[in-house]
């Protein structure tokens, strides 16, 4: 008897529908089984369709719904027919023939329209149907590849999208055209732009003048409303005057033609000066739109260089001799300060009472470690930057420095429940070069400071001026991250030579980074 039961095959299933409101739509499935099958309809929240208990399900459909059926025999097999959709349309005036038969009916054609160069163009067509009708979109004859749904969106429309439009609607029953849609391009009055990107440079650490905690929360804010207007950003804080000119020049390579923030206008290029609305050659505005036609390659060129500014290492998972493991993992608050979390996943089977602490080689300088930083600067930091639950992190500041790989080093100190031991144990995880470090700006740096006569001094940027003395580096820190706090302190503060107090220069004038 065993043997002669048959697997139940579903020899049909449902289709989805597109239907306006209120009208009767039934949905079938047809099976093959051993012996007298049973059906059981279900809704998209997997709740049971009172009364949905026979092979064929009719529902007045009030709004749109997922539905399913399940299919099974006296002997406890059962099966699923596949997902369909019932789509409900509320319109006025449907205008379904009183025989329909689930034919494609057209009941919104695309509207001719006039659209400014680079706006967007939107073309929507309705059309009802059982099954569900297809759609193809045409331009002047041609189908267009990919746009094979009831609206047609085009982002920043150009000349060439101009014409008549049409789309083709079919189902298993037939075939239908919408009326034609003649589409106009109109030069826009607006000017666009073909990227934007934004250099952000901050410095809150000096040797002879209280640390200032401006520039760190200016650089945060004006890169996310910098981003929020679509641009990319690259921000640095505490950069040597060597530094600054190298990320001016790798920053400049970003800087194609029609590309909006910093420009190649000699008055202004290697100097810092403030551009305001009446001084602006063109009526240039931070909130025009974007247009890449006919820039593409120049945009990869510049997605290139963005990424390799931007990019994190992968989180890892290190799994130690005694079984713990644990999850190591990277966030980013500005391009050249990253912090690495790390955080117990798993005890194994003979640790208890596990810590972990992070170290780096080299040892990275901790520029928000000095005395007096304030709790909203930590607070900046924790919102921004702490993963879920870490067990410890650690801040490294100044990727800029990097000239070679940068090493975490995992120390996991647990007790070993049979010994009764406290043991150690460590892990090395090599993560090249991150974020703006993979830029080698010291490469720049360095032949800057070789072209220089001995003696000469260096400028540097504090806050947004400029100051003429020197500016010596904070010491790197050795001390390894201690566990997580809530203050998300994670190297041991140290006593460090400072330099350079910010000048008060008129902002009005240029300021040269070359002299």
Not at 38 to 52: A, I, M
Not at 132 to 150: F, I, S
Not at 371 to 391: C, F, I, K, Q, T
Not at 445 to 451: I, L, R, T
Request: hydrophobic share 35%; charged share 20%; with cysteine.
């Amino acid at each position: 008897m065993k043997n002669m039961i048959r697997d139940i095959v579903i020899v049909q299933h449902p289709v989805s529908v597109y239907v306006p409101l209120n009208y009767k739509v039934t949905l079938s499935v047809r099976a093959e089984g051993t012996g007298i099958l049973n059906y059981q309809w279900f809704k998209s929240s997997k709740e049971e369709v009172f009364g949905g208990t026979r092979a064929d399900l009719i529902v007045t459909a009030q709004r749109s719904q997922l539905y399913i059926c399940r299919v099974n025999d006296q002997f406890c097999n059962c099966v699923f027919s596949e997902w369909v959709k019932v789509k409900v349309l509320d319109i006025a005036k449907p205008g379904l023939p009183v025989a329909w038969r689930g034919e494609p009916h057209i009941a919104v054609h695309p509207a001719p329209q006039t659209v400014r160069q680079g706006e967007r163009l939107t073309l929507s067509c309705t059309a009802f149907g059982i099954p569900t009708p297809h759609y193809q979109w045409y331009r002047n004859g041609h189908p267009l590849l990919g746009k094979t749904t009831d609206t047609l969106q085009i982002e920043n429309a150009e000349s060439d999208h101009r014409g008549t439009y049409l789309c083709y609607v079919s189902n298993v029953l037939e075939e239908r055209w919408t009326e034609a849609a003649d589409v106009e391009i109109v030069p826009s009055n607006q000017l666009t732009a073909t990227d934007k990107v934004a250099l952000l440079i901050g410095n809150l650490n000096y040797s002879h003048h209280p640390d200032l905690m401006a520039p760190t929360m200016d650089v945060h804010e004006l890169a996310n409303l910098l981003q929020q207007l679509g641009f990319r950003v690259v921000s640095l804080l505490d950069l040597t005057r060597e530094e600054m000119l190298a990320a001016i020049d790798k920053f400049l390579l970003l800087l194609d033609r029609g590309v909006y923030d910093l420009g190649r206008d000699p008055f202004v290029t290697g100097k810092q000066a403030v551009e305001i609305k009446h001084t602006l050659k063109e009526p240039r505005s931070l909130t025009d739109p974007i247009r890449t036609t006919g820039h593409t390659g120049e945009l990869h060129m510049r997605d290139a260089c963005w990424r390799q500014a931007n990019e994190l290492p992968r989180q890892k998972l290190l799994i130690f001799t005694c079984g713990v493991e644990v999850e190591v993992s990277f966030s980013a608050l500005f391009s050249n300060v990253m912090v690495a979390f790390g955080t117990v996943k798993t005890t194994g089977p003979r640790a208890q009472d596990c810590t972990i602490t992070l170290r780096s080689t080299p040892a990275m300088e901790d520029i928000f470690s000095s005395p007096g930083r304030s709790g909203e600067m930590d607070s900046l930091l924790l919102n921004n930057l702490v993963a879920e639950n870490p067990d410890c992190s650690l801040r490294l500041c100044g990727l800029q420095k990097l000239q070679g790989s940068l090493v975490i080093k995992v120390d996991l100190h647990y007790t070993h429940m049979d010994r009764k031991l406290r043991l150690q144990e460590s892990k090395q995880l090599d993560i090249g070069k991150p974020l703006v470090a993979s830029c080698d700006l010291h490469r720049g740096q360095q032949a800057m400071v070789g072209q220089r006569p001995d003696g000469a001094t260096a400028q540097s940027m504090g806050h947004s001026r400029i100051s003429h003395s020197k500016q010596r580096p904070r010491q790197t820190l050795g001390q390894p991250g201690r566990p997580f706090t809530k203050r998300a302190e994670c190297a041991a503060k140290v006593l460090t030579a400072r330099s350079n107090e910010p000048g008060e220069n008129d902002e009005t004038e240029p300021q040269d980074f070359t002299s």
